[in-house]
C-alpha cells in the first residue's frame, strides 16, 4: 500500500508540474496531459511493484538465512498476494472514499447532464481494479521469479488496457465489460500459475477430500 | 476553559512526553536473578513518557537462562536464536502495536469529522501566545515558529525538571503530579468531550446520569491505569486518554504552529532519546543503575510482563516498595499516562509465592510485548486529526497520513529490533506523516480530483 502511495505521489508531481507549466485555458491539452498523467502514472504503478519485488526478495532471503530449517515462513507466492492485494486497497481506497464520504451527503446524482449512474458503475470500477490488482501481483511476481518477461509485460499492458479503457466512460459498456473480461482472464491465469487446476476446482466446488 | 487549562498543571505534560520505542534489553546478564532485574530496568526504561516500549526481551530471556556466565558457546547460540526469535516476534509487535494505534486515529478523525467543536477555533493554549491571525505570510510563519520555540522550551524544562526529580528521589512528588494529571483526563476531558458529543448528536441526558458516567468511567479508569485491571480494559483507557489529549491538542493549537510543533518535537525526540546528555537518556540510565523501573505510566505495552519478580525470591520482599513507587509513578498520566506497567508490576507480584522458578522460562516467551509510549499515540493522532480536520483533499489526506505513519512504526521497529536499544519511536513517523500531508494535500488531491470528474482510473 504505501509503494502504491509513493507512486501515486510521485506520478501526480509529474502531471501537476505539467499542468501548472501549461495553458489551463486549452482544453484539448489539458485532456492531453490528463492521458499523459494516467499513463506515466500506470508504468510508475508497475515499476513501484517491481521495486517492492526486489525489497521482498532481499527480505526472503533475510527470513531464509535466519530460520531453523532453512525455508522462509513466508512464501513468495504468499508474498506476492499480499502485495497485489496491498495495491489494490489503496487504489481503491484512494478512487472510492471521497465518493463514498460525498454520497453520505444530500444531492442528486447527474442533476447536470452526467450519467446517474455514476456512483454505480465507480463501485464496480473499483472492484474490478482491485482484483486485478491482487491478479497481478501474482502474475508480476511469478514472472519475476522465473525470469519470463512477456507475463511481467502482459501485466503492464493489461494495466495499460484498462487504464485506458476507462477513458470511455461514461459509455459503460466499453470500460466495465471489457475490464471484466480481463478480470476473468487475470484470474484464471493468476489461479492456473498458483498451481490450481480445474481438478482442484472440481475437487473444491464438490467437496470431495 | 481556557483559563482551567491554562492554570491546571496538567497542560505542561503533555509537553513532557517523549516518545521513544524503548528496547527494553538490558546488557547481557551472568546470572538468573539479574536477568530479572534486568528486565526490571528495562521496564523502567519504557517508562519516560514518551518511551516507547520495545520487544524486550530475547535478551532477557538468554540473560534468564543462563545462569552464571561461565557457557561462553552457549552466550552466542542463545544469540543467534535471540536473533531470530527477535524477527518471529517482530512481526507480532509490530500488529500488536498497530492496532491500538490505529483505534487511536480512528477515534481521533471519527471525532474531528463529526463533532464541530473541536475544529472551531475558541482561543489558544497559553504555550502558544502568539497569535496566527496576521496578515502577512512571513508573520505567519515568525509566530508559529515563536510558539513552536515555546512549547519546545517549557517541554525541555518538564522534562529536566522530572529528570532531576527522578534523580534526587522525589517520588512523593512525582506520584502526586501523575494522580492529579490522570483525575484531569479522566474526569474534566471526559466530562467537556461527552459534552460536546451529546450536542453535536442532539442527545439529551441529564445530570444524574451523566453525572454517574463520568464517575464510573473515571473511577474504573483510575484504578485501571494506576493499579489493577484487565489487560485489555487497560489498553483501551489508554487509548481513549490519548485520544482525548489529541483532541485537545487539535483543538487548540493554531494551523501552521502545529505543523512546526510536529517537526520540531521529532527532532527533540531523537536528541533526547539518542544524544549522551538527554534528558531522556539519563533518566533510563539512571533507572538501570538503580535497578528500578522507571514511571511505568504513561508508557502503552501490548503484553502482560510476566517475567518481572516471577521466581525471584526477593522480589516478594520488594514487593510493597515498588508498589508505592509505582503507584505514584501512575499519578503523572495526564495526557500521557499508561501506567501500564505499572499494572503489570503489580499483577506479576501475586503470582511470586505461587510460582516455581521454571515457570518463568515458559512465560518469558508470552511476555514479548512491545511499549510505546503514550506521547507518541498523542503525537501521531494529532498528525491525522489535524489532516482530517484542515486538509481540503478530505480522506484521501488523512487515508495517505495514516499509512505513512504506520510504515514509519514499521521502519521504527525494524530498527528496534536491528539496534536492540531505546529509540524515539516519532521521527520517522512524524516525516512520513508530514511529507505525506502535504504532498497529498498538494499535489495528489487535484490529480484525483480531476481523475474522478473524468471517471478516469488509473
Redesign the interface.
Given at each position: 500500500a504505501f509503494f502504491w502511495l509513493v507512486s501515486l505521489l510521485l506520478s501526480s508531481l509529474i502531471w501537476f508540474i505539467a499542468v501548472k507549466a501549461s495553458d489551463p485555458r486549452d482544453e484539448r491539452l489539458q485532456k492531453g496531459l490528463l492521458i499523459f498523467g494516467v499513463m506515466f502514472s500506470v508504468l510508475l504503478q508497475e515499476a513501484f511493484r517491481f521495486l517492492y519485488y526486489k525489497l521482498l526478495r532481499k527480505a526472503i532471503e533475510g527470513l531464509v538465512a535466519l530460520s531453523e530449517d532453512g525455508c522462509s515462513p513466508i512464501s513468495i507466492q504468499q508474498m506476492a498476494y499480499v502485495a497485489g492485494v496491498g495495491f489494490g486497497l489503496m487504489s481503491g481506497a484512494f478512487s472510492m472514499i471521497n465518493l463514498l464520504a460525498d454520497a453520505l451527503g444530500p444531492g442528486t446524482v447527474g442533476i447536470h447532464g452526467d450519467s446517474q449512474l455514476y456512483f454505480l458503475t465507480s463501485a464496480f470500477m473499483t472492484m474490478v481494479l482491485i482484483f486485478l490488482h491482487t491478479f497481478w501481483g501474482i502474475l508480476f511476481f511469478h514472472g519475476c521469479e522465473h525470469r519470463r518477461w512477456w507475463e511481467i509485460m502482459a501485466v503492464v499492458v493489461m494495466h495499460l488496457a484498462v487504464s485506458g479503457l476507462s477513458f470511455c466512460n461514461p459509455l459503460y459498456v466499453g470500460s466495465l465489460v471489457p475490464s471484466y473480461l480481463l478480470m476473468a482472464a487475470a484470474a484464471a491465469w493468476a489461479y492456473l500459475l498458483s498451481g490450481g487446476s480445474a481438478q482442484n476446482l472440481r475437487r473444491f466446488l464438490l467437496c470431495k477430500s | 476553559m481556557i483559563t482551567f487549562m491554562n492554570n491546571s498543571d496538567s497542560e505542561e505534560e503533555p509537553c513532557n512526553e517523549r516518545t521513544s520505542l524503548m528496547s527494553a534489553e538490558s546488557p547481557p546478564v551472568p546470572s538468573y536473578q539479574d536477568g530479572l532485574q534486568a528486565s526490571e530496568a528495562g521496564e523502567a526504561q519504557a517508562h519516560r513518557k514518551r518511551r516507547a516500549g520495545s520487544s524486550r526481551g530475547p535478551n532477557n530471556i538468554a540473560g534468564g537462562e543462563t545462569s552464571g556466565s561461565s557457557v561462553p558457546v552457549r552466550e552466542s547460540a542463545l544469540e543467534n536464536e535471540e536473533?531470530?526469535l527477535t524477527?518471529?516476534y517482530g512481526a507480532k509487535h509490530v500488529i500488536m502495536l498497530f492496532v491500538p494505534v490505529t483505534l487511536c486515529m480512528i477515534v481521533v478523525v471519527a471525532t474531528i469529522k463529526s463533532v464541530r467543536f473541536y475544529t472551531e477555533k475558541n482561543g489558544q493554549l497559553i504555550y502558544t501566545p502568539f497569535s496566527e491571525d496576521t496578515p502577512s505570510v512571513g508573520q505567519r510563519l515568525l509566530n508559529s515558529v515563536l510558539n513552536t520555540i515555546i512549547m519546545i522550551s517549557v517541554i525541555i524544562v518538564m522534562t529536566v525538571f522530572l529528570v532531576l526529580l527522578y534523580k534526587y528521589r522525589c517520588y512523593k512528588f512525582i506520584h502526586g503530579w501523575l494522580i492529579l494529571s490522570s483525575l484531569m483526563l479522566l474526569f474534566l476531558f471526559t466530562y467537556i468531550y461527552l459534552g460536546e458529543v451529546l450536542k453535536t448528536y442532539n442527545v439529551a441526558m441529564d445530570y444524574p446520569t451523566l453525572f454517574l458516567v463520568i464517575w464510573n468511567f473515571g473511577a474504573v479508569g483510575m484504578i485501571c491505569i494506576h493499579w489493577k485491571g484487565p489487560l485489555q480494559l487497560q489498553q483501551a483507557y489508554l487509548i481513549m486518554i490519548s485520544a482525548l489529549m489529541a483532541l485537545v491538542f487539535i483543538k487548540y493549537l493554531p494551523e501552521w504552529s502545529a505543523w512546526v510543533i510536529l517537526g520540531a518535537i521529532s527532532i527533540y525526540d531523537l536528541m533526547a532519546v539518542l544524544c549522551p546528555k538527554g534528558p531522556l537518556r539519563m533518566l533510563v540510565e539512571t533507572a538501570q543503575e538503580r535497578n528500578e523501573p522507571i514511571f511505568p505510566a504513561l508508557i502503552y505495552s501490548s503484553a502482560m510482563m510476566w517475567t518481572v519478580g516471577m521466581a525471584k525470591p526477593d522480589t516478594a520482599a520488594r514487593g510493597p516498595s515498588q508498589q508505592t513507587w509505582d503507584t505514584a509513578e501512575n499519578g503523572r498520566e495526564h495526557h500521557r499516562s499508561p501506567s501500564h506497567a505499572d499494572s503489570q508490576m503489580s499483577e506479576t507480584r501475586s503470582p511470586v509465592p505461587t510460582r516455581p522458578v521454571t515457570f518463568v522460562e515458559e512465560l518469558e516467551e508470552e511476555e514479548r510485548g512491545v511499549k510505546l509510549g503514550l506521547g507518541d499515540f498523542i503525537f501521531y493522532s494529532v498528525l491525522v486529526g489535524k489532516a482530517a480536520a484542515t486538509a481540503s483533499?478530505?480522506?484521501?489526506t488523512t487515508?495517505?497520513c495514516f499509512?505513512?505513519i504506520l510504515?514509519g512504526l514499521c521502519l521504527t521497529l525494524l530498527l528496534l529490533a536491528v539496534f536492540k536499544k531505546a529509540l524515539p519511536a516519532l521521527p520517522i513517523s512524524i516525516t512520513f506523516g508530514l511529507i505525506?500531508y502535504f504532498?497529498?494535500d498538494?499535489?495528489?488531491r487535484?490529480?484525483?480530483d480531476?481523475?474522478?470528474s473524468?471517471?478516469?482510473?488509473?
Open positions: - | 536473533e531470530e524477527l518471529k483533499g478530505d480522506w484521501n487515508l495517505a499509512v505513512a510504515i505525506f504532498s497529498t498538494n499535489l495528489v487535484p490529480f484525483m480531476t481523475l474522478a473524468h471517471q478516469l482510473y488509473i
